[in-house]
């Protein structure tokens, strides 16, 4: 590592006051990535009342609302190794912007964020994660809407995704493009909804310890979707739904690394309830019912669907949220249709003092590849903390460990990473 690069990482770390350490864990899944976070919906539960929440500049009918968040983390297992784990420090920069409308009809948003990182002793492990993009809200008459929304991020696949090469010297970059729109009409106690997303998916070649590329075109995708939902108020804040959605994947390569098609289609019902009680709980839950096809010699993937994400806010102290869900995802895995992850998260945040909230709780992932003999189980449990000096800088300390149990040997891993940052925001 240069002379310069070493003190500017020490410099930061420093002014934190405290050690920094190595790269972030991303969420399992297909693909796993560190990407930049994207700023919170306006509908995200928060106390009115807050002093510490961010207020925004006003910017003729918008609100602009700037953060930046300056970490050094320590992570003990950098590669995600089951033996001879190699840990080290990085420090990590998040600028966030989000221009907010402050509209009475209609509404539109639009952000831009970044994840810059920046390691100690593995420079190979630096990479940019930042997305781009906006949505909105066409009020065309009461009951009667149009939404829509658009963005473009690029990412980086983390060291525990099994579709990242054991050879890598870098983590794999990717591009994604995401939009979607939806028609909506909700005369009296109804709702009626129709919509569709499309997304874009490009991969770079995978740099290898030994300084070769590997080709990943095989994994460019295009992913279409549509869905048709009805919805009846049940009774004040709760709505029963039933709806149904169809999707396609087109890769651009009509065969893949292993001389497969992976080009697949499929379907799901769901039944459920959205919830929306003032600020106390809102969310959504569903059951149904599955099917993606596949061309031989992939195996088909029917079962049950479900999902949830729910936040609850008990007491003005205590805030609890539950999220759920099953997603088929591509994967590189030969005999493998998808990566089948059925995931479960609860989580609780406490108000411990006017300026000071305390986060914790867990996470369990079964990540099954349908038609292979692998499965991955992951349980991450985290705590957080936030200390807010005034209005406009916090400071911020999180415990995330990881666990993978593998039924392919050599596959499982322990990780633990601690954070501490220094938050600002408007």
Known sequence: MDRRRYFTVLLLHATLAAPAVAQTIAAPGSPESTAAPTPPPATSIAPVTDPYSPKGLPFGGFRIFPTMEIAGDNDDNVYLTETNPRGDYFARETPQILLRSDWSRHSIDIYAAGSFYQYV?????????????????????????????????VEHLANSSPDQPTSAKTPV????????????????????????????????????????????????????????????????????????????????????????????????????????????????????????????????VPGLNFGANVDWAVTSLWTFHFIASRSLNGTTLATASAEDDKSFQVSADYLFRSNITLSGGASYLDATFDGSTRVDRYITPRFSAIYHLNPWLGIELTDTYQTRDSSVSGQRFSDNIVMVGLKFQE
């Open 121 to 153: 002793s593995l420079p190979d492990q630096d990479h940019i994660d930042w997305n781009a993009g906006g949505d909105g809200r066409l009020d065309i008459y009461q009951g009667l809407t149009l939404s829509g929304s658009g963005s473009y991020s």
């Open 173 to 300: 970059e990717f591009s994604l493009v995401q939009s979607g729109a939806t028609f909506s009409y909700n005369p009296y106690h109804f709702g009626f909804y129709l919509g569709g997303t499309f997304d874009r998916y490009v991969y770079d070649p995978s740099h290898l310890v030994d300084e070769t590329f590997s080709s990943n075109a095989d994994r460019n995708e295009d992913a279409y979707s549509a869905y048709a939902k009805a919805s009846y108020e049940v009774s004040p804040g709760y709505a029963a739904f039933v709806q149904a959605n169809e999707n396609l994947a087109h890769y651009d390569l009509t065969l893949d690394r292993s001389g497969l098609d992976r080009d697949n289609m499929g379907y799901s019902g769901n039944a459920g309830v959205d919830m929306l009680i003032t600020n106390l709980i809102h969310g959504q839950a569903f059951v149904g019912y599955l099917y993606q096809r596949y061309k031989a010699p992939f195996k088909d």
